[in-house]
T-cell receptor, first 112, second 114 residues
Framework: NAGVTQTPKFRVLKTGQSMTLLCAQD?????MYWYRQDPGMGLRLIHY???????AKGEVPDGYNVSRLKKQNFLLGLESAAPSQTSVYFC???????????FGPGTRLTVL | AQSVTQPDIHITVSEGASLELRCNYS??????LFWYVQSPGQGLQLLLK??????LVQGIKGFEAEFKRSQSSFNLRKPSVHWSDAAEYFC????????????FGSGTRLLVRP
């Protein structure tokens, strides 16, 4: 059981470039989440999904898009990266609403 | 405003000393309560959680937390800290009005003196 995995671990982008972060879970969880972590601000929810084919906005969705085409995968896209999107991104999953969320190891993204 | 507050940004304790990390929340109904730990460069690991029942909750690595409804608090404790406990600790809640959202405090960084 790998749990929650994230690809890539590190990435450097130039302003205006695009990229996709991949999250995969092997626990058959319905719910998946994308967070960003910035110093002194804890983790903030970007987007989430309550099941395959569904997505919804979280606290800080602007500049990001997501897709959940398969139950086990949740993709986070940046169409035109900005320096303000420099952050550490965490994916998480849970069996059901309100249940314990299990986190991936994170992706450190720098936008120059 | 609804929030989760961890008033201590940094705490330094000596190895073997006791530890208490504070967490307060401001939600009308008692939310689900969690403590997570993040070691440097790592993801978050669940230490313990409270949904209902006994207000003293035992977790992994010798941690415990006590829910106090009257104080809207969920403080994390450990009787004897080990050097390996140095990490950042996050309190988090799932409010009853939006059960999918995990709201995090800003974190407390624990430093352990030898």
């Amino acid at each position: 059981n790998a749990g929650v995995t994230q690809t890539p671990k590190f990435r450097v982008l130039k302003t205006g470039q695009s990229m996709t972060l991949l999250c995969a879970q092997d626990m058959n969880h319905e719910y998946m989440y994308w967070y960003r972590q910035d110093p002194g601000m804890g983790l903030r929810l970007i987007h989430y999904s309550v099941g395959e084919g569904t997505t919804a906005k979280g606290e800080v969705p602007d500049g990001y898009n997501v897709s959940r085409l398969k139950k086990q995968n949740f993709l986070l896209g940046l169409e035109s990266a900005a320096p303000s999107q420099t952050s550490v991104y965490f994916c998480a999953s849970s069996r059901q609403a309100g249940d314990t969320q299990y986190f991936g190891p994170g992706t450190r993204l720098t936008v120059l | 405003a609804q929030s989760v507050t961890q008033p201590d940004i940094h705490i330094t304790v000596s190895e073997g000393a006791s530890l208490e990390l504070r967490c307060n929340y401001s939600y009308g109904a008692t939310p689900y309560l969690f403590w997570y730990v993040q070691s440097p460069g790592q993801g978050l690991q669940l230490l313990l959680k409270y949904f209902s029942g006994d207000t003293l909750v035992q977790g992994i690595k010798g941690f415990e937390a006590e829910f106090k409804r009257s104080q809207s608090s969920f403080n994390l404790r450990k009787p004897s800290v080990h050097w390996s406990d140095a990490a950042e600790y996050f309190c988090a809640v799932v409010p009853m009005d939006s059960s999918y959202k995990l709201i995090f405090g800003s974190g407390t960084r624990l430093l352990v003196r030898p």
